[in-house]
């Protein structure tokens, strides 16, 4: 009987230990550490079995901080830790916000509207500005690329520096004549804010005197000066007959 006991006393003594080896075996440790300027949300020593999920922390950064990465590269504050197989630890790195300059600029033919000269921190934003065209100009591109006249640079990352592009307003002149008469010349010209058009001259076919242009001008022979109002320009010639 003495013997039967010693045995099942060895029995489960060696199961216990076989037990406790497997069980050492199978659980991992997961750590989590915090640099300078930031600390970590979530918990931050963890136990998980083999081949089971850790859970979710984050790396949350101090005011005047901005996370860069973790120690394995990953980029992302967030984690979640999956299909844990061995011990792993992983420290969260933080790097201190940076200030940049925002500066927008015209190279000519228009303004800006709104604050020219900014400072932001690093993944701020910046205030709205505007391309406004002169007369006689229209807004074309921002220097980076942007089709908008109107722009916020966000979660800025480095110093902007853009260049509103403006192109002159192109007009056309359009001159015809009526029965009676031709027009000897360009009779249709485009023609660029602040610019001139080439002369043209109304002339009466045999039979026929030149009476006048329809915007009331008098003389056969004309050179119209600069278009100003920033619109299209039609001008129609107006042949009269003899009576």
């Excluded at 800025?156 to 520096?161: A, K, L, Y």
């Excluded at 039979?207 to 039609?234: C, H, L, M, V």
Aim: aromatic residues 12%.
């Amino acid at each position: 009987m003495k013997k039967v006991l010693t045995l099942i006393c060895v029995f489960v003594l060696a199961l216990s230990v076989m037990t406790l080896a497997a069980c050492g075996n199978d659980a991992y440790t997961l750590t989590y550490s915090a640099g300078d300027g930031g600390y970590i949300s979530g918990r931050s020593a963890q136990t998980v079995r083999e081949g089971d999920d850790g859970s979710q922390v984050a790396a949350v950064a101090d005011d005047g901080y901005v996370f860069e990465s973790w120690s394995d590269g990953f980029d992302v504050s967030v984690r979640t830790d999956r299909a844990v197989n061995a011990n792993m630890h992983f420290k969260a790195y933080f790097r201190p916000l940076g200030k940049f300059s925002a500066r927008y600029v015209s190279a000519g033919g228009g303004v800006i509207e709104g604050a020219r000269e900014q400072t932001v921190e690093e993944g701020g934003d910046c205030s709205a500005v505007k391309a406004v065209a002169d007369d006689g100009y229209r807004f074309v591109i921002w220097s980076d690329g942007m089709t908008s006249a109107v722009r916020t640079d966000a979660d800025v990352v480095g110093n902007v520096f853009v260049t509103a592009v403006f192109e002159k307003t192109t007009y056309e002149l359009l001159y015809q004549a009526e029965q009676g008469g031709y027009i000897d010349g360009n009779a249709r010209q485009e023609v660029q804010f602040g610019e001139y058009g080439s002369l043209v001259t109304a002339v009466a076919n045999g039979g026929y005197e030149f009476a006048g242009w329809s915007d009331g001008i008098e003389s056969a022979t004309r050179t119209d000066p600069k278009p100003q109002n920033g619109e299209e320009i039609n001008i129609y010639p107006v042949v009269g007959k003899v009576n």
